[in-house]
Nanobody, 119 residues
């Protein structure tokens, strides 16, 4: 099993910045893709950004140029630097990881961290 613990959420004014962290722990051989998703009130969960183990990144159009995903493979940690935040970025941000254990690849989620952007 893999546990993902997010941190770094909070309340910020529009135009401000936040940095989210996601630390993975548990029994796994390797973590492949790590990513961030978010869910606003009354809306479905949506992709924000992903980062493969090989170094490829993917961003939602709405965050391109403002958010940057990074990861430290040695620490099994992913980060999301969020700049120029807008009220529409408000939501619960979830960390996701595709992790390999012996014989199986699992899809894991963190508990979520709240990000609130005031106008």
């Amino acid at each position: 099993q893999v546990q993902l613990v997010e941190s770094g959420g909070g309340l910020v004014q529009a135009g401000g910045s936040l940095r989210l962290s996601c630390a993975a722990s548990g029994r796994f051989f390797r973590i492949n893709t790590m990513g961030w998703y978010r869910q606003a009130p009354g809306k479905q969960r949506e992709l924000v950004a992903t980062f493969t183990r090989g170094g490829s990144t993917n961003y939602a159009d709405s965050v391109k140029g403002r958010f940057t995903i990074s990861r430290d493979n040695a620490k099994n940690t992913a980060y999301l630097q969020m700049n120029s935040l807008k009220p529409e970025d408000t939501g619960v941000y979830y960390c996701n990881a595709l992790a390999q254990s012996i014989g199986v690849t699992g899809d894991y989620w963190g508990q979520g961290t709240q990000v609130t952007v005031s106008s």
